[in-house]
Each structure stands twice: as structure tokens, then as C-alpha cells.
């Protein structure tokens, strides 16, 4: 079984744009969480879409967003992007719902703003 | 903040069990004890997780005390490709669904040597 898709692997951005990350789950979960990476904080908890509907979101400023499609698919948007949002972005997938089943990640995109 | 503590290094011998500690003293009823690993530029690879007794899977086992305030990760015969953080997480399972939201700690840098 394929394991979590996310692309694309690397992307360099400058101060001001925005990006759009995508991410496929692993097929038949409909759970999909969002995660960053900086040497500096860690890995750290952005959101998580079940069923297209946001479950949960930590604490991120409102430049972030992200949604979940019908095939379960998402994407993660980050507009007017600052130097301090390099980071490795991770998503990770689960069965969802009522289950307590182990969330996989994928191999995160690196974002470099510069 | 998280809920887990663990020492932030550890070698390991070749071919010898590897044994990771971790601390949760202050863990609920209704959290399980996952663990995953990080290999550089990769995303976190579940390994085990479990709730109150002893688990073991492909990958490792998973030892938890009678009091569930601490727990060990083992590895029964590390090699070189082993060598990862490895983080040990508490994350909330209800009969509506585990939360997605892991908080990551520091984890543990377990280097394998050859």
C-alpha cells in the first residue's frame, strides 16, 4: 500500500508570496493532519481535517490554512509568507473517525523562504 | 508542553538491544503511549504504540510499568540504520476518535555504533 504523498519535495519562496502544499493520504484514511518542522521548535501541530471539516488547529497565525477534499486529499496554504516560515511542513494520515489508529506521515515538503 | 521526558541521547552497540526510556508520570487513563522514530530528512515513522500492557510488533517492543508512568522502547538487535530520534508521545483516545494533535518532545538521538 502507498505510503503518504506529499508534494512537491522542496520549494523556494519569497518574502510576501504565498504556497499551496499538497498531500495525499494513504488510500481508505480519511483523517489528514498537518505538521511544522524547524530546528528551533520542533515538530509542532498546525491542523487536522477529517470528512473536509477541520477538527483541530493549533496555534498558528491565521496566514495558514488548509482544507480537505472529497478523495480525502489536502492542502495547506500559507500566504504572505515570512523568512521564519522555513521549515520542513509533514502530513500525516489516519483512518479518522472513531478509531484510535497510529497517524503515518509522509516525507514533508522543505519550504525555503528567502 | 509535552507530557513525556526522555533523555536527549544514547549509543548503542551493533547488534546488541537498544533500550529507550521514557517518563510520563503524569499520564491519564485514557492516553496511549505511542513511539516513533526520525531518520534525517524524513518524516516520523511509527514504531509502537499501546495503552497498559506489554506490545511487540515487527519493529520493537514496548514495555510498559504496572503504574504507567514510564515506559521502554525496545530494539532487539539495532543496526546501523536504526540510528534516528526517537519520540516518545502521549496522545488522548476516546470512543470518539484519538486526537491527531501530538505533541512532540525532543526525543531521544539513539546513534548505533558500529
Known amino acids: 500500500k502507498a505510503g503518504v504523498t506529499q508534494t512537491p519535495r522542496y520549494l523556494i519562496k519569497t518574502r510576501g508570496q504565498q504556497v499551496t502544499l499538497s498531500c495525499s493520504p494513504i488510500s481508505g484514511h480519511r483523517s489528514v493532519s498537518w505538521y511544522q518542522q524547524t530546528p528551533g521548535q520542533g515538530l509542532q501541530f498546525l491542523f487536522e481535517?477529517?470528512?473536509?471539516?477541520?477538527?483541530n488547529k493549533g496555534n498558528f497565525p491565521g496566514r495558514f490554512s488548509g482544507r480537505q477534499f472529497s478523495n480525502s486529499r489536502s492542502e495547506m496554504n500559507v500566504s504572505t509568507l515570512e523568512l521564519g516560515d522555513s521549515a520542513l511542513y509533514l502530513c500525516?494520515?489516519?483512518?479518522?473517525?472513531?478509531?484510535?489508529?497510529?497517524?503515518?506521515f509522509g516525507n514533508g515538503t522543505r519550504l525555503t523562504v528567502t | 508542553d509535552a507530557k513525556t521526558t526522555q533523555p536527549p541521547s544514547m549509543d548503542c552497540a551493533e547488534g546488541r538491544a537498544a533500550n529507550l526510556p521514557c517518563n510520563h508520570s503524569?499520564?491519564?487513563?485514557?492516553?496511549?503511549v505511542y513511539w516513533y522514530r526520525q531518520i534525517h530528512s524524513q518524516g516520523p515513522q511509527y514504531i509502537i504504540h499501546?495503552?497498559?500492557n506489554n506490545e511487540t510488533n515487527e519493529m520493537a517492543s514496548l514495555i510498559i510499568t504496572e503504574d504507567r508512568k514510564s515506559s521502554t522502547l525496545i530494539l532487539p538487535h539495532a543496526t546501523l540504520r536504526d540510528t534516528a530520534v526517537y519520540y516518545c508521545?502521549?496522545?488522548?483516545?476516546?470512543?470518539?476518535?484519538?486526537?491527531?494533535?501530538?505533541?512532540f518532545g525532543t526525543g531521544t538521538l539513539l546513534a548505533v555504533q558500529p
Open positions: 499501546g495503552l497498559k
Open positions: 503524569t499520564i491519564s487513563g485514557n492516553e496511549y
Open positions: 481535517y477529517f470528512s473536509e471539516t477541520q477538527r
Open positions: 508521545i502521549v496522545r488522548v483516545a476516546t470512543y470518539g476518535g484519538a486526537t491527531n494533535k501530538l505533541i
Open positions: 500525516a494520515s489516519s483512518l479518522g473517525g472513531a478509531t484510535n489508529s497510529p497517524l503515518h
